[in-house]
């Protein structure tokens, strides 16, 4: 199975056009579900507060994938076919609801940022970590909807990285806000490059710091973001760093400060982007 990165222009296209078409049917598939499994207090209205109580019980009914019932490759879902192929975590029914959330999540967004248009994603760095995914875009701004839940899915289903109810809603509104506003100059944003809060003691992980990368700096700059997760690791007093998601990291220590930490990234960042 070609993935989507390595796919022609043909193949990226065709791609596209199947993740299109698997969208109505897995969202019918969701409210199946919320009737199967008791989900009466979830209201698909197509808001973005919406998506707090549908996370909250989606996290509820997820399931791990119990050994010799991996999900076979023909039968996911094209995001999972074409991206990592076989589903490491999650149970064959998990998946479905997870396809089936990516559907309301692109009908919550496309209503929120009624200017952006689907197509494949591209962009001339070669290491970017959309290219050939279908995505959401307007003008240079792109985003892969189909990435935003399968990878909290399985941290929250694992209980490695437990996700907050409101944190597929916190994740659509900054979606919509940056497909939005699209037009404006990267060098005009007032949002910081790093955003750092001190989530307090966890009796497993010990205290953690939530790090929120800026998302045009993980987009364009993966690869820095990458080496500096591997640098920070390396610090004296940070004992463990979990790639939340594409933009946020848990940053166990019991020494940093949330300024320290705030600083150390933000140098980096600011040090290796002019690279």
Not at 12 to 23: K, V
Not at 28 to 53: I, K, N, R, Y
Not at 139 to 159: H, I, K, N, W
Request: proline share 4%; aromatic share 6%.
């Amino acid at each position: 199975m070609t993935r989507y990165g390595k796919m022609a222009k043909r193949e990226a296209a065709a791609a596209l056009q199947e993740f299109l078409d698997e969208r109505p049917r897995a969202l019918e598939e969701l409210t199946e579900l919320l009737s199967e499994h008791g989900g009466d207090a979830v209201t698909l209205d197509e808001t973005v507060d919406s998506l707090v109580p549908l996370w909250r019980w989606v996290k509820s009914v997820l399931t791990e994938q119990e050994a010799g019932a991996t999900l076979p490759e023909s039968d996911a879902p094209s995001w999972l076919r074409y991206g990592i192929g076989t589903e490491p975590t999650l149970s064959p029914e998990s998946v479905a609801m997870v396809d089936a959330v990516i559907s309301y999540l692109c009908r919550v967004v496309e209503r929120g940022a009624p200017r952006a248009r689907w197509r494949v994603g591209h962009h001339r760095i070669k290491s970017y970590m959309w290219q050939n995914h279908p995505v959401l875009a307007n003008d240079s701004e792109e985003v892969a909807l189909a990435d935003m839940v399968p990878g909290t899915a399985r941290g929250q289903v694992t209980g490695r990285v437990p996700s907050v109810d409101d944190k597929l809603a916190r994740t659509a509104a900054a979606v919509i806000e940056r497909l939005n506003g699209a037009n404006e100059d990267m060098d005009g944003e007032d949002e910081p490059i790093v955003e750092v809060e001190d989530l307090g003691d966890d009796e497993l992980r010990g205290r953690e710091l939530e790090v929120s990368l800026r998302e045009d700096i993980v987009h364009e700059y993966s690869r820095v973001v990458a080496r500096m997760v591997k640098a920070l690791k390396e610090e004296d007093g940070i004992t463990r760093v979990i790639r939340e998601d594409r933009e946020v990291l848990l940053v166990a220590t019991p020494t940093w400060s949330i300024e320290r930490l705030q600083a150390w990234v933000a140098g980096y960042l600011e040090e290796n982007v002019r690279e």
